[in-house]
Each structure stands twice: as structure tokens, then as C-alpha cells.
């Protein structure tokens, strides 16, 4: 997985015994170093106490208890189609970059704008007219979603609409690591190119404990890729989340 286009620098926790690590944090902490953005980085978090507004997912049941339990999420929605190469700017264009995630009230009109930038071709709203949130639950997509810059307000914008996993055949790295990071939402990816088996507005189950996706409008099931690591990461709402409840970095009070 690449390194994030953020600018890191490093500040020692001290603790003992050392907590045990998720190899996914490590591709951010060494040693019991952990990162934290600096203050000339555009980053949505900045610092370990920054507080991020939780998304807006459709979580059915939740692995809460453990963070390296299996992943038992359950997913149940309409799902919205998209091709190959979706590009953060087509996800979140740059002009709404100015809204800020941690506030509220910004972190909602952020998800109204979520996939504004697609053609002209896809000619099914994302988010219909006058609504604030999207009815597609699950977002389905092709080789290579995400490319493009660096922009962490991708998959929160995605998240803030209400969008609790995507499915692709494949992830640029950092749009895959933003997701991640953020706890925003669930990048699962295929074994084949669902994008072309399934249609916007099919009803579909994902089944994160069994790795697989149901179309129940089709009736076909598909198997998906184990999210590994990442996945308790997600569950406990993104990077500086997980390693508080690890004991990687103090909890907030």
C-alpha cells in the first residue's frame, strides 16, 4: 500500500507493556511512534484528538467487542454502478473542498455533492433532487476507483451521503488508505467485474463474514476479496479511533 501524500511527523507514545499492533497501523506507527499530520497539511484529521463526525452507514450488526474479531458487518441496500477509472474529482469536485469535515453541519452539505462530478452519462441522480442523503446504500464500480489526487474528502463525502461500502474490481492505494484511515466506509473489492453484472438500483446484501455479495434482484452471488486487516480499523471509526482503543495513543476523556 503507498504512502499517504499527507506530511507526517512523528510523536513517541509512551507506554508499557507495548500494545499490540494491527499490521495496518504499522504501514503509519514504527516503534511506538505514531503520526500525526502537520499543521501546513490540508488533512481532515490533524492531530490524534481531532474529532471526525461519524458516517452515516447501514450497518445491520457489528463486531464491537474485539477489535481483531471477524468482520460479522452485514450491508443491505440499493446499489449505484459506476465504470472504471472514477476519479476523486468526479467523486468530490475540488471546489467543494473548502467545507470542513468536522463540523457538522459541513460534514452533511459534503455528502450532497458525493459523485456530482460523474458525466453526463450517468443519467441516474446519485442523490435525488432536494434530498440530503442517498438511497444507493452500496456503490459498485470497476478497475482502478478513486484515482487521482490525494483528496481525503472522497470517501468522506461518500460516507457523509450515506454510502457504507463501495465494491470494485480494483482501488487506487490512497483512496483505498483514506477509507481506511477515515472509518468512513468499507472498500471491498471483487474477483470479477461486478460492475458489468450488476445495475443501479439492484438490492443487494453484503456479507463481510462470509466474503461475498448477494444480488437479490438477480439472484447471483459473488465472491468478494477478505478485507483483512483494514477491516477492524473501520469498525472502530478510522486510525486515530482504532489506536485509542488499542492503547496505542491515550484515550480521550
Known sequence: MAASSLSFSPKTITSSPRPKTNPFINHFSHSLQFPIASSTSRAIFTSPTTSIVPRASSVISRATNDAASTNTNTFHGLCYVVGDNIDTDQIIPAEYLTLVPSKPEEYEKLGTYALIGLPSTYTTRFIDENETKTKYKIVIGGDNFGCGSSREHAPVALGAAGVAAVVAESYARIFFRNSVATGEIYPLESEGRLCEECRTGDVVTIEMAESRLINHST????????????????????????????GMIPSQN
Open 219 to 246: 439472484g447471483k452471488e459473488y465472491k468478494l476479496k477478505p478485507i483483512g486487516d483494514a477491516g477492524p480499523v473501520i469498525d472502530a471509526g478510522g486510525i486515530f479511533a482504532y489506536a485509542r482503543q488499542t
